[in-house]
């Protein structure tokens, strides 16, 4: 089972698929179809009904001034007698009040619309059959077009209309993506390597068209089974499907709009791929595919570009996806350039709801993915991401909750040693504890010893990241040093207060959490042994949503407090005995949380630290 720190705080990939924003209009194609002699026939209908609805054909073109009258609305005049209701409908010519259609017109009328049902509701039955005919229709128009090309190279005209109808072939596959279960047969028929072959086709239209059908096929829309995916995956990239699409990259000019298009298509591709780690892993091997990310998202706009901001998307999937990729983008200085891409946004804030947002997001997220690791630690420290992050704290607005989340995990784990000194050396201690207690959450429950300047309620993502920090720091900062002994004096200054304020936050977060489980032992003992281990995951979540992991990161920071000061070991007991709680509390909480870590894969380092640091503080207590 991994570590509840790693579940927390490992940032999510963008939940939502996007969808290219540009409207590409229709080929619309003309076929003439079932040819029949009554076709003549109603179009001599048709002239005949239109002229009499505006003049009538007795008068030779001269207007009416009947039709004037029954035209205007505004003039009045006597209606029609009842007695002559049985002599309009009797009146077979219809040339007075009625539509000018006779008995026969009529039936050819209704004939017609009979057939235009009949070819509306017929359809091509979608089936294997239908599968072997595409495809055999596909490797032909594949060969033609080869072919006329191989033999008319000088003479463009005589292959052109060969290439038209490959690439409505190509078109035709999308149907594939409505009937998944076909995608085997796809496979075993070998259509799917020709496909990607077409991504080196001499026109870029074909190999964009190709890329787009591919791009569907492997959508997260399509409502295709994890097997059936995988086949056509894996047939796609046995056809060396990844380095054609970086070829294709290389070729396409993004001034064009249909080339823009094009890349676009390819982005959706590396996403859609994503979705399998080993998958995202093997793009993050090619040497060319994350430079070539890092460089489209630093290319400077006037305005983000869709193509820019989803290339900042899709490199922060690979980045959360793989450590090894994360370890091509550090080794490529991809920390240093991207901090310099926030470095614009410590004080300006993008427009709301923009490319530009979700781009700032997107990098930030890039930023945050690689600070987990150790050589991005010291990238961070090095390229002085700390004090950037210090500055959008304290002068930022959107970019401010994100340089927190960047911190916090900068700081955190076994190795955030650098990050934590360099943060108390560029004076950041102030500024943490500043937004600590103007804007950490209270609890919706009053508690006069403990409230005498309440504050207002703030985002309990930045309060879990604020007390992650705090954690980091005092679990980091190496004793007796001047850093830890300028943090310890940050908790007793002013009477304690920042003390006060970890106790009411731990009891607010307690009395959530206590509500949850009693849910959940509710839903435990309703339910048989075997329908446990289904739910464990879910039952966690709802554990983290309740505060969870603030509340393990409120009880460490209280019990580094106690071991260090013993002035805040004799505040922290006489508070909790206000609750008629001890010091055996703490230590139940953080023996269930040792003990919570008991799943964690073995030879993970920063597991074992994590370990042992609970156990000598649950000792000490």
């Keep these: 089972m991994a570590s509840i720190d790693d579940l927390f705080k490992r940032p999510t990939a963008p939940l939502q698929k996007r969808k290219l924003d540009i409207t590409k209009d229709p080929s619309l194609t003309a076929s003439i179809k079932n040819a029949r002699s009554w076709l003549t026939v109603a179009d001599e209908i048709y002239k005949s009904i239109k002229l009499n609805g505006n003049r009538s054909a007795r008068t030779n073109g001269q207007a009416m001034v009947e039709d004037e009258l029954e035209n205007d609305e505004d003039v009045a005049g006597p209606e029609l007698p009842p007695e002559m209701d049985d002599e309009v409908e009797n009146d077979e010519d219809g040339r007075f009040f009625g539509g000018g259609i006779t008995t026969d017109t009529a039936e050819v009328l209704d004939f017609i619309d009979e057939q235009e049902q009949e070819n509306t509701v017929k359809q091509e039955r979608i089936d294997s059959s239908w599968?072997?005919?595409?495809?055999?229709?596909?490797?032909?128009?594949?060969?033609?077009?080869?072919?006329?090309?191989?033999?008319?190279?000088?003479?463009?005209?005589?292959?052109?209309?060969?290439?038209?109808?490959?690439?409505?072939?190509?078109?035709?596959?999308?149907?594939?993506?409505?009937?998944?279960?076909?995608?085997?047969?796809?496979?075993?028929?070998?259509?799917?390597?020709?496909?990607?072959?077409?991504?080196?086709?001499?026109?870029?239209?074909?190999?964009?068209?190709?890329?787009?059908?591919?791009?569907?096929?492997?959508?997260?829309?399509?409502?295709?089974?994890?097997?059936?995916?995988?086949?056509?995956?894996?047939?796609?990239?046995?056809?060396?499907?990844?380095?054609?699409?970086?070829?294709?990259?290389?070729?396409?000019?993004?001034?064009?709009?249909?080339?823009?298009?094009?890349?676009?298509?390819?982005?959706?591709?590396?996403?859609?791929?994503?979705?399998?780690?080993?998958?995202?892993?093997?793009?993050?091997?090619?040497?060319?595919?994350?430079?070539?990310?890092?460089?489209?998202?630093?290319?400077?706009?006037?305005?983000?570009?869709?193509?820019?901001?989803?290339?900042?998307?899709?490199?922060?999937?690979?980045?959360?996806?793989?450590?090894?990729?994360?370890?091509?983008?550090?080794?490529?200085?991809?920390?240093?350039?991207?901090?310099?891409?926030?470095?614009?946004?410590?004080?300006?804030?993008?427009?709301?709801?923009?490319?530009?947002?979700?781009?700032?997001?997107?990098?930030?997220?890039?930023?945050?993915?690689?600070?987990?690791?150790?050589?991005?630690?010291?990238?961070?420290?090095?390229a002085e991401g700390v004090e950037l992050c210090l500055i959008m704290l304290k002068e930022g607005k959107m970019s401010r909750p994100r340089a927190l989340r960047l911190l916090d995990h900068a700081c955190g784990g076994p190795d955030g040693r650098a990050c934590c000194e360099q943060l108390v050396e560029a004076a950041g201690l102030k500024v943490i504890f500043t937004m600590f207690m103007k804007k950490a959450s209270t609890p919706t429950t009053p508690d006069p010893p403990l409230t005498p300047n309440p504050h207002p309620q703030h985002d309990p993502h930045s309060t879990e990241h604020l007390l992650g920090l705090l954690a980091s720091l005092l679990r980091s900062l190496p004793a007796d040093s001047a850093p830890r002994i300028r943090l310890l004096g940050k908790f007793v200054e002013k009477s304690y207060e920042k003390i006060d304020r970890l106790l009411l936050l731990r009891r607010d977060f307690a009395a959530k959490l206590s509500a949850v489980d009693l849910a959940i032992h509710s839903e435990r003992a309703a339910l048989s042994p075997d329908a446990h281990a289904a739910l464990a995951d879910e039952w966690l979540s709802r554990r983290l949503d309740a505060g969870l992991f603030s509340l393990q990161s409120t009880n460490t920071t209280l019990a580094w407090l106690v071991a260090e000061d013993d002035g805040a070991k004799a505040h922290i007991r006489q508070r909790l005995a206000e609750r008629d709680e001890g010091f055996a509390a703490l230590r139940a909480a953080l023996q269930e949380q040792l003990d919570g870590m008991g799943g964690g894969a073995e030879g993970e380092e920063g597991d074992e630290v994590a370990k042992d640091m609970l156990r000598t503080l649950v000792a000490f207590l």
């Design 131 to 382: 599968v072997r005919k595409l495809a055999l229709n596909f490797e032909r128009r594949i060969s033609k077009n080869a072919e006329l090309r191989a033999k008319f190279e000088a003479d463009p005209q005589k292959f052109m209309g060969s290439e038209a109808d490959l690439d409505a072939d190509v078109k035709a596959l999308s149907v594939l993506s409505e009937h998944p279960d076909l995608y085997e047969e796809f496979v075993q028929l070998g259509c799917v390597s020709s496909l990607v072959s077409l991504l080196c086709h001499e026109n870029t239209d074909i190999a964009i068209d190709a890329i787009e059908i591919i791009s569907e096929l492997t959508d997260d829309d399509v409502e295709a089974e994890q097997g059936q995916w995988d086949v056509l995956v894996d047939a796609m990239l046995d056809a060396d499907l990844l380095d054609l699409l970086y070829q294709n990259i290389s070729r396409l000019d993004e001034t064009a709009e249909s080339d823009r298009n094009g890349v676009y298509h390819i982005l959706g591709v590396l996403e859609n791929l994503s979705s399998r780690p080993s998958i995202a892993e093997l793009i993050g091997k090619n040497k060319s595919m994350i430079p070539w990310l890092m460089s489209r998202a630093q290319i400077r706009e006037a305005n983000v570009s869709q193509n820019k901001q989803y290339a900042a998307e899709v490199l922060a999937i690979l980045l959360q996806s793989s450590a090894i990729n994360r370890k091509h983008f550090i080794g490529i200085d991809g920390i240093d350039a991207f901090l310099q891409l926030l470095s614009a946004y410590r004080k300006r804030d993008p427009a709301k709801g923009t490319e530009e947002e979700e781009y700032v997001e997107n990098v930030f997220d890039c930023v945050t993915c690689c600070v987990d690791e150790l050589d991005g630690k010291q990238k961070f420290v090095e």
